[in-house]
């Protein structure tokens, strides 16, 4: 599964999508976050699934979310490690 994502998605790591998202739950100065509308396309036309964000305001639709468009990842990491060395 590590492999075939690396592949697909040219990285070399693996994302950790929902311990960001607990970070910056915890600590919002984290992130550079924006309001913005933001739904799931359900049709399958493009990207069954996925969550779809409208960061332009092209459908002037009234914004219900707030997204992450960067991330101090070292200072997510830090957070992690000082969460597991607590269980030493």
């Known amino acids: 599964a ?3 994502y690396q592949r697909t998605y040219r990285t ?3 994302p950790i999508h929902d311990v960001c998202a607990v970070a ?3 600590d919002r100065e ?3 976050l ?3 509308f933001a739904t799931v396309e359900v049709s ?3 990207c069954a699934g996925r969550t779809v964000c409208d960061l332009y305001n092209r459908y002037n639709r009234e914004p219900n ?3 992450a468009l960067d991330l101090k990842g070292e200072r997510v990491i830090e957070m992690i490690m000082e969460v597991l060395a607590q269980y030493g």
């Open 44 to 46: 399958g036309e493009f």
């Open 30 to 32: 984290i992130a550079t």
């Open 2 to 4: 590590l492999t075939r």
């Open 34 to 36: 924006q309001k913005t």
């Open 24 to 26: 910056v739950a915890i």
């Open 12 to 14: 070399e790591g693996l």
């Open 65 to 67: 979310a707030e997204v």
